[in-house]
T-cell receptor
């Protein structure tokens, strides 16, 4: 079964600092990769996704992620965070299993940005 | 319209009650999902419906019973729940099951007394 690891469980940054959140998955077959964000009191929403093509994907609000197949990784980056980026970030992987695509979420990273 | 709606927003029920959660989307999506999310934890997949047929059941106890009456609606029927079932129940939909992005609803906050 697929597993998704997010190494940073809690991250605290000051505004303008750079951000990198790690995400690794275990299954080596065809996968589709996602980063979702959950702002305080709001529902989960998509930041960015990778299906195929250019392994460097750009998402909303200045976020980007790089798919490195050899490392089974899909790390999220932002050059300069803002206070409004305070949220919970989830890496998710959809991988094939018996004809279905099972979505699996990492445990999440809580990001706090101080003004 | 990229919205998934869920009702009710909050639900408190006793262990002997029967209640239902409702989810609706009008994006023409053919895959719909139920997740359970505990505080500070990731969403845990419960069920997936694809083209109105149950595609995935992640070994969920029978006290949770999903239903997909049509392509826009997804229900979760609850009966004889336990206090440990208290959680945020999220509904999501995607264009199809295979690869597409999921759009999430705001969830129903369920408390079982």
């Amino acid at each position: 079964a697929q597993s998704v690891s997010q190494h940073n469980h809690h991250v605290i940054l000051s505004e303008a600092a750079s951000l990198e959140l790690g995400c690794n998955y275990s299954y080596g077959g065809t996968v589709n990769l996602f980063w979702y964000v959950q702002y305080p009191g709001q529902h989960l929403q998509l930041l960015l996704k990778y299906f195929s093509g250019d392994p460097l994907v750009k998402g909303i609000k200045g976020f980007e992620a790089e798919f490195i197949k050899s490392k089974f990784s899909f790390n999220l980056r932002k050059p300069s965070v803002q206070w409004s980026d305070t949220a919970e970030y989830f890496c998710a992987v959809k991988s094939a299993s018996g004809g279905s695509y099972i979505p699996t979420f990492g445990r999440g990273t809580s990001l706090i940005v101080h003004p | 319209d990229t919205e998934v709606t869920q009702t009710p927003k909050h639900l408190v029920m006793g262990m002997t009650n029967k209640k239902s959660l409702k989810c609706e989307q009008h994006m023409g999506h053919r895959a719909m999902y139920w997740y359970k999310q505990k505080a500070k934890k990731p969403p845990e997949l419960m069920f997936v419906y694809s083209y109105e047929k149950l595609s995935i059941n992640e070994s969920v106890p029978s006290r949770f019973s999903p239903e997909c009456p049509n392509s826009s609606l997804l229900n979760l029927h609850l009966h004889a729940l336990q206090p440990e079932d208290s959680a945020l129940y999220l509904c999501a939909s995607s264009q199809d099951e295979l690869r597409d992005t999921q759009y999430f609803g705001p969830g129903t906050r369920l408390t079982v007394l």
